[in-house]
């Protein structure tokens, strides 16, 4: 598949916002690319990608940044939020956090606690 340069350039911001949770310029895009395109010409298209509303500059003189959207727009295209996970037994929840990597807090149903304190 062939990429063009926006979207080269766009990926690359991306990729190196999740890596450093920090803007970043052109002269340091351009390194961290390994690909020869000078620093004018990357600045060129980050003026269209903000121009796009993809990216944002929070100081003038500063690097860029994804926008909110570009980031639900990348999340989006790459997790499948149409899969179902039926989890059926407290074994299959702890599989499931443990393999995806995530922290998750169960509380039970009011009604139960309600339950309870009847009882």
Known sequence: MKT???????????SAYLDSN?????SELGERMGVAMSASSIRIYFKRLSDEGALKQLHVSGGRIPTV???QDYWR?????????????????????EDFEIYCMIFSAEN???SEVIN
């Open 77 to 97: 295209a790459r997790l499948d939020f149409d899969d179902e996970i039926i989890i059926d037994e407290g074994r299959n929840l702890e599989a499931v956090l």
């Open 112 to 114: 139960e606690v309600l």
């Open 69 to 71: 959207a570009t980031m």
């Open 22 to 26: 920090t803007p970043i310029g052109s």
């Open 4 to 14: 063009n340069k926006r979207d080269l350039i766009l990926e690359s911001i991306i």
